[in-house]
């Protein structure tokens, strides 16, 4: 019942709302009045991050398999401009630690460090590279005999420079640890949207039963003053005795759902009640109804199914009284709507059967949001890499890039690299849709042309084998 295009709406909303509050990663700064032990151990701070990038290049685990340089931590140092410029000068003049990589590589290797990360990776642990870099720096690499060889040989070498050194680099993992704080949140309320989506659903399902109850409550009214018509004495009781109400009030899982979590409508929305019912009655779709010879299960099926489409979904209190009643469900309406149309069609097909709609279609479904959340989380920096990287070729200028168009990119990239059995076509397509949705009006073209020169790359690097 909640779809994968559901799902990706609510991923997106929820990495937005998350994203644009999230503590920012960022390297420790030039000090202030440098002293000569400050150059040094500044100097030395940035050589030991390319270090450290070097090394999650060198260390394999199988062909072409670097688990290190997948790590958050690398990706983030990578999309840092000061660290960006010294790899490019590196690219082109000698790296002072360049003789001790390959050793120091080993020495990571051989680790029991690494070897723990590598069996918390095997086993999907949400937290298995958190302390992995911190772990390997105060472990394996400051120790070892082959970077304490080296440093001394550095311009203003002091003990407590390579001291200061040390403690930046535990400050910057702080600050990185820092920065992925309430994560588990972001995945509840991931959850706690998805569920409202749900619940949404079922209290459009009660609407009927809510307005034949109010009607017959009327009807009844009119039977008991004083001054009756013959009208009020023999009322129509078509639309009171509509077997979808009554076969909705009665279900088995409508009621399970609607006494666990304590659904319901009346009595604080009775004047959305009152509304809804006025506009019902006064609608042709009613008159129309109620003055056919007979009616029957199909009959009341498109009664409601023409109800909902043309006079209920449309009408602004009921919008305003969804909207107040939460923040999800102005933009869960048209699907959770469609759903309701189509648990119509399985009242009449099942003749009152088992009709309420399952939560998701099967468990791909029911694990796809928390996987896409998970993997764009995890994967976040190197995604926004690709897209500015993209963006670098296009005459875009990224300061105007609309943080929504963002997300969608990122939230794309992350599902045409994680869920090989969705085809291409539909995720470029879902995200463009979405980002006309959610973002300007030029965000579907911009979103296309990026996805297209992001793909075009990862297909060419061998990262991306879907065509």
């Known amino acids: 019942m909640i779809n ?23 390297i420790e700064s030039n000090p202030s009045a440098p002293t000569k032990e400050k150059r040094f151990a500044y100097s030395l701070y940035l050589d030991m ?63 029991g460090v690494y070897k723990s990360f590598l069996k918390d990776l095997d086993r999907d642990v949400p937290a298995a590279e958190e ?14 005999p082959l970077l304490t060889a080296v440093i001394p040989d550095r311009v203003n070498y002091t003990m407590k420079g390579v001291e200061t050194m040390q403690g930046m680099l535990n400050r910057t993992f702080s600050n990185f640890l820092a920065s992925q704080d309430n994560v588990d949140e972001v995945f509840r309320a991931l959850d706690k949207s998805l569920d409202k989506a749900r619940e949404l659903y079922f209290r ?54 609607i006494s ?25 779709i009613y008159k129309e109804y109620m003055a056919a010879p007979s009616a029957d299960l199909h009959d009341d099926c498109e009664l409601w199914r023409h109800l909902f489409r043309k006079v209920i979904f449309p009408n602004p209190v009921l919008l305003e009284t969804l909207e107040e009643k939460s923040v999800f469900w102005n933009d869960d309406i048209d699907i959770m709507g469609t759903f309701v149309v189509k648990t119509l069609r399985r ?16 468990e791909e479904d029911a694990a796809f949001g928390r996987q896409l959340l998970y993997s ?16 670098d070729g296009a005459n875009w200028d990224k300061e105007r890039l609309a943080f929504m168009d963002v997300v969608v990119l990122i939230s794309a990239i992350g599902e045409i690299l994680n869920f090989p059995k969705i ?13 006309k949705c959610y973002s300007t009006a030029k965000s579907g073209t911009f979103v296309h042309g990026i996805l297209g020169t992001v793909i075009t790359r990862l297909q060419k690097e061998n990262i991306l084998h879907k065509h």
């Open 4 to 26: 994968r295009i559901l799902i990706r709406i609510k991923v997106i909303q929820t990495l937005y709302s998350f994203l644009l509050v999230e503590k920012q990663f960022s």
């Open 49 to 111: 991050l390319v270090l450290l990038i070097k090394l999650s290049r060198e260390v394999e685990r199988r062909r072409g398999e670097y688990p290190l340089a997948g790590t958050r931590f690398i990706s983030r140092l990578l999309m840092d401009e000061r660290v960006k410029s010294l790899m490019t000068r590196y690219s082109s003049e000698p790296f002072p630690f360049d003789g001790i990589v390959e050793g120091l590589a080993r020495a990571v290797k051989d680790s």
């Open 131 to 144: 302390m992995v870099w911190t772990n390997l720096l105060n472990m394996v690499v400051m120790p070892s």
């Open 204 to 257: 459009l399902l009660m609407i009927p039963v809510e307005l034949t109850a109010m009607q017959e409550r009327r009807l009844d009214d009119r039977r008991h003053r004083h001054l009756r018509t013959e009208e009020d004495m023999n009322p129509n009781m078509r639309f009171v005795e509509n077997q979808v109400a009554r076969l909705i009030r009665e279900s088995p899982a409508v009621n399970a759902y």
């Open 260 to 284: 666990k979590n304590k659904v319901e409508w009346m009595p604080d929305d009775h004047l959305l009640m009152d509304t809804l019912l006025k506009a019902v009655v006064e609608s042709d």
């Open 347 to 362: 009242i009449e097909e099942k003749e009152g059967g088992d009709f309420i709609l399952d939560k998701y279609k099967d």
């Open 376 to 391: 764009v989380l995890r994967n976040k920096e190197t995604y926004r890499r690709y897209v500015d990287e993209a963006l």
């Open 423 to 435: 085809p291409l076509t539909v995720s470029v397509n879902e995200y463009i849709e979405l980002a």
